[in-house]
């Protein structure tokens, strides 16, 4: 079976997507599907150090680059859309990652031209909260674009039963199939990393931490989670504990932070290493005490169940869509997004280190059974199977 994945960009500073689209596709190579990612150069306001227009491997998966034009905010690849029509109809299956992109409607429509069935990933663009932020835009993009994309979709994949409820809800869609993310397998068993992580971005700080580790965005929550950190640890019992605010995003919002840390009187406790990635993404989740994820919205979050593989809990908002799961498995603390309701969760995380290493084996063994991208990628190739199939 042959699968094109089209994402718009795949460049690590972008977050989950871009994460959890080299694990998928790595984990259906070994399925012994015929993989290839298709995607554009863009990395901030530069590019890859990669060639376009040619098949490479990209961490170990063929992947074809084309170049990014215009804006980082827009991703327009023109040569990315004119290679879709020319070689779509040579897959099996297509698999669309995002829908707000110039990429995605647009292999979606080459897809029905030419009887191709496809799938697309949402990426939690369908939340209502989602839909609220940029409403008219958007409003545009369904009626014009989106709509007949999602409606001529062999399946519509979301990663958690609370995304699809709320995308379902919002725009009475159907024929959704609920599939997660994963993770390596390797990381639940990897080497103790953790002291050359605070070697070199903490200057071998012995101090126990809350680590985020995500995108800079305003849609994490993290202004406010900074306040309820500091207001909490003025504790004298919790005086010795650090934030760690481990991601990229915008130069301008990064720096917005670092001020509001600083404003209020927090900057030798808050730490901000810049993005991480390899080994260092893993040493960072090995010497966590707690992992944090406050976002006001969040289809699935990766880097909790990151966390959760390594023995680490979490500490998450009700708007992050694995709360259910993680309430379930009691591996960690969901909170109300609010200031209030923050700081009881992280007080009690923060004072009861028996309960913090009980939650963080609760979800080592929820990942296990359910959250490695093998275990994904043979749900994913069932799929495929039953789009793909003659009596479908």
């Given at each position: 079976m042959r699968a094109l994945h089209v994402i718009p960009v795949i460049a690590p500073r972008y977050g989950g997507p871009s994460e959890a689209i080299v694990g998928m596709c790595r984990a259906l190579l070994d399925t012994d599907v015929?993989?290839?990612?298709?995607?554009?150069?863009?990395?901030?306001?530069?590019?890859?150090?990669?060639v376009v227009g040619e098949v490479q491997p990209y961490r170990d998966v063929p992947t074809i680059f084309f170049r990014r034009r215009w804006s980082d905010r827009i991703h327009v690849a023109p040569n990315l859309v004119r290679w879709v029509n020319s070689h779509v109809a040579s897959f099996?299956?297509?698999?669309?990652h995002a829908i707000y992109s110039f990429a995605g409607p647009a292999t979606a429509?080459?897809?029905?031209r030419l009887g191709t069935p496809y799938v697309v990933r949402t990426l939690g663009h369908l939340d209502p909260w989602s839909l609220r932020h940029g409403r008219l835009r958007k409003w545009a993009m369904l009626q014009l674009l989106l709509k007949p994309m999602l409606q001529g979709a062999a399946a519509i994949q979301y990663t958690t039963h609370q995304e699809k409820r709320l995308a379902e809800?919002?725009?009475?869609?159907?024929?959704?199939?609920?599939?997660?993310?994963?993770?390596?397998?390797?990381?639940?068993?990897?080497p103790d990393q953790a002291e050359q992580f605070r070697a070199h971005f903490l200057n071998s700080a012995t101090w126990p931490y809350v680590l985020v580790l995500s995108r800079l965005h305003p849609v994490k929550?993290?202004?406010?989670?900074?306040?309820?950190?500091?207001?909490?640890?003025?504790?004298?019992?919790l005086r010795h504990w650090h934030l760690v605010i481990a991601g990229d995003g915008a130069p301008g919002y990064a720096a917005e932070l670092k001020n509001h840390a600083a404003a209020l009187e927090g900057s030798q406790r808050v730490a901000f290493t810049g993005?991480?990635?390899?080994?260092?993404r893993t040493a960072a989740l090995q010497g966590a005490a707690l992992m944090a994820l406050p976002s006001h919205q969040e289809s699935f979050g990766l880097s909790a169940i990151e966390a959760l593989a390594v023995g680490v809990p979490v500490l998450?908002?009700?708007?992050?869509?694995?709360?259910?799961?993680?309430?379930?498995?009691?591996?960690?603390?969901?909170?109300?997004?609010?200031?209030?309701?923050l700081a009881a969760a992280l007080n009690d995380a923060l004072r009861d280190e028996s309960e913090r290493a009980r939650r963080g084996r609760a979800g080592r063994e929820l990942v296990q059974s359910r959250f490695t991208w093998p275990v994904v990628a043979e749900r994913l190739l069932d799929l495929y199977r039953s789009i793909t199939s003659p009596t479908n």
């Open positions: 015929d993989v290839l990612i298709a995607t554009s150069d863009g990395d901030g306001r530069g590019h890859l150090p990669v099996d299956v297509v698999h669309i429509r080459a897809c029905r809800r919002a725009l009475a869609l159907g024929h959704g199939v609920v599939i997660p993310l994963g993770v390596d397998e390797r990381l639940l068993d990897a929550g993290l202004e406010s989670f900074i306040e309820v950190f500091l207001e909490v640890t003025a504790a004298q019992a993005w991480v990635g390899g080994q260092d998450i908002s009700t708007e992050v869509n694995l709360a259910d799961e993680v309430n379930a498995a009691r591996a960690g603390w969901v909170a109300p997004l609010d200031k209030r309701g």
